[in-house]
C-alpha cells in the first residue's frame, strides 16, 4: 500500500499537534489506512469503531471515506471526543459513546457494515467467545478488521530477559500473542471467512511516530519508551485481520 492518507496527514502541523495529544499508542491513522486496505468502504456505510481511544480511527474512517461513525471506548470520554470531533468538522458523522464490547451491545443485529478496531481488541478478544458476539450485528457481506500490537513469535515459558519486566505487569502476557495462537483462535469463528490475517507493514513507523511524541518524565509514557529499547525491533509486530462475514 502506498499510505497515501496517512503521509498527507503527517505533513500537517496541525494534525501533528493532534496526534501527539491523541495518541494512546502507535499510529492509528496509518493502521486505519493499512488495515481499510484489505476491504472496499464506501460513504453509504456504518461502522463500529470499537475501543477507538481518542478518535483518531474515527477520524481516518470519515476524512478518507465520509462513512458514518459510531466512536465507542469504554475509557475514553465521549464528550471530549465530541468537541475534538466538532473542532475538525465532522461531528455530524460520528456518533461518540462508551460502550463496552465484552457486553451485549445496543444495535440491532445486521446494524452495521463493518466493526472496526485498531490497538485494542486483544485487550478483550483473546477468547473464542468475542468474535461469536461481534459477528451478528455485521450485514452479511460485511467485515470485520481489526489490528493490535503482537509477537513475532511465542514467548511461552521462555519470556526474554530484557522483556520479563513488563511481562510482569498484569494482562501483558494474557493480550500479546503471536500470529499463529491469534489464526487458531479466529479460525475457530464460525461465519466468517478471513480475508486477511498477516503483520502490518507500518508497525516500525507507527511505533516511532508514537514514541517521538512521548515524555519521558511522566512515568505512564516513559514504561512505553523503556519497553521499545528494551524490544529493540526483535519481538514485537502488529497483527491484523479482515474477515468477512458469510
Known sequence: M?????????????????????????????????????????????????????????????QA???EVFATDLFADPTKNHEKFQSLGIAD????????????????????DVIFSVGAYNMFGDNEEMLPKLIPYVKKGGYIAVAFP???????????????????????????????????????????????????????????EYLASRDSSIEEEKWDLDMMVAEDGKYFNTIQLVAKVV
Open 2 to 62: 502506498n499510505n497515501t492518507f496517512s503521509n498527507k496527514f503527517m505533513t500537517d502541523k496541525n494534525n501533528l499537534t493532534l496526534l501527539k495529544d491523541t495518541m494512546w499508542g502507535p499510529n492509528a491513522i496509518r493502521q486505519s489506512e493499512e488495515l481499510a486496505s484489505h476491504f472496499t468502504i464506501t460513504k453509504d456505510m456504518k461502522i463500529l469503531d470499537v475501543g477507538c481511544g481518542m478518535g483518531l480511527s474515527a477520524l481516518y474512517l470519515v
Open 65 to 67: 471515506y465520509d462513512a
Open 93 to 112: 458523522k460520528i456518533v461518540p459513546m462508551i460502550l463496552d464490547a465484552t457486553q451485549p451491545l445496543p444495535f440491532a443485529n445486521g446494524y452495521f
Open 150 to 208: 503482537g509477537l513475532k513469535y511465542e514467548f511461552g515459558d521462555n519470556v526474554p530477559s530484557e522483556m520479563q519486566p513488563f511481562w510482569d505487569v498484569p494482562d501483558v502476557a494474557r493480550c500479546i500473542r503471536g500470529i499463529e495462537w491469534w489464526k487458531d483462535l479466529f479460525s475457530k469463528a464460525e461465519g466468517l471467512e478471513i480475508v486477511n490475517l498477516s503483520e502490518m507493514t507500518c508497525h516500525d513507523i507507527a511505533w516511532k
